[in-house]
């Protein structure tokens, strides 16, 4: 069985600082192995996080730069909106983060959604699976996509991804990519990333902060399993490959053993 996963709190703003380093380890890691960097991300505020960490000034080192050139993005969730519109995770995660990135640190390759496929959830759905199938390998010759990491953020009501509380779609263990149409966060109709899929990630990252996370958090690491929160199962599915980057206003209270300092 897996080990529990990894809580930690951290000083005011440190948690851009650390979650580069922990970021950038996987970064060549993954290039070490296959040349190329696979992501998946949500949006929220992990994407100005994400920013802070990765176009920070760095100590100069090789294992201290980020390739963007070789890292492909995917994304956890997303609604289904134009990809201009101020809803659309891509329009966040370009704004805040790709945008930013100097030309000299190069460009990642972004996987977004067709709009085309706006109107037919279960068909944007359906394509963007198809678009993993062709990044990861043939659908036949695996049975779930590995990504490097995933990096995640965790809604009041515990929700990842689109992924909510009692909701059916959290049962689904065939396909790859769901859609939703009754999200009860709007826009109501997404797409999402599927809970085997989630949990077969090498990696996975949890950015919580704040005092209002406190309860959220305190849920999901002190009370009863059983509760069966999105956030609580990939927790238990995943174990010691779940690192969650909090500060300490969001983990107070929580009984749950944290790490501070570095990682």
């Known amino acids: 069985m897996s080990r529990a996963p990894t809580l930690f709190a951290f000083d005011g703003d440190e948690v851009p600082k650390y979650l580069r380093k922990y970021i950038l380890d996987l970064q060549n890691i993954a290039i070490g192995r296959h ?9 929220g505020s992990l994407p100005k996080t994400l920013a802070k960490a990765l176009l920070a000034t760095g100590n100069g080192t090789a294992a201290d730069t980020p ?8 994304f956890a969730d997303e609604r289904c909106v134009p990809l201009d519109h101020e809803d659309s995770n891509y329009r966040l995660v370009k704004a805040e983060w790709i945008d930013k990135i100097p030309e000299e640190l190069g460009k990642p390759k972004v996987y977004p959604i067709e709009e085309k496929y706006l109107d037919d959830v279960q068909e944007m759905a359906d394509q963007y699976e198809q678009l993993l199938v062709k990044a990861f390998a043939a659908r036949d010759s695996v049975r779930l996509p590995v990504f490097d990491l995933l990096l995640l953020g965790c809604g009041p009501d515990g929700h990842t991804c689109s992924l909510f509380p009692g909701h059916p779609l959290l049962r689904e263990q065939d396909a790859w990519v769901s ?8 826009p109501p109709k997404r797409i999402t990333l599927t809970l085997p899929v989630v949990t077969h990630a090498a990696a996975i990252a949890f950015v919580a902060t704040g005092g209002g996370k406190k309860e959220i958090i305190k849920q999901i690491f002190d009370l009863d399993e059983s509760l069966q929160l999105p956030s609580t199962l990939i927790n238990s599915l995943a174990g010691d490959r779940v690192t969650w980057f909090c500060d300490k206003p969001a983990v107070e209270g929580v009984s749950f053993p944290t790490r501070r300092g570095s990682l």
Do not use: A, C, H, L
């Not at 040349?35 to 949006?43: C, D, E, H, L, M």
């Not at 390739?67 to 995917?74: A, I, L, M, P, T």
């Open 179 to 186: 859609p939703i149409e009754d999200s009860p966060k709007p």
């Open 35 to 43: 040349n190329v960097f696979r992501i998946g991300v949500s949006g």
């Open 67 to 74: 390739q963007f050139s070789k890292w492909e993005v995917f």
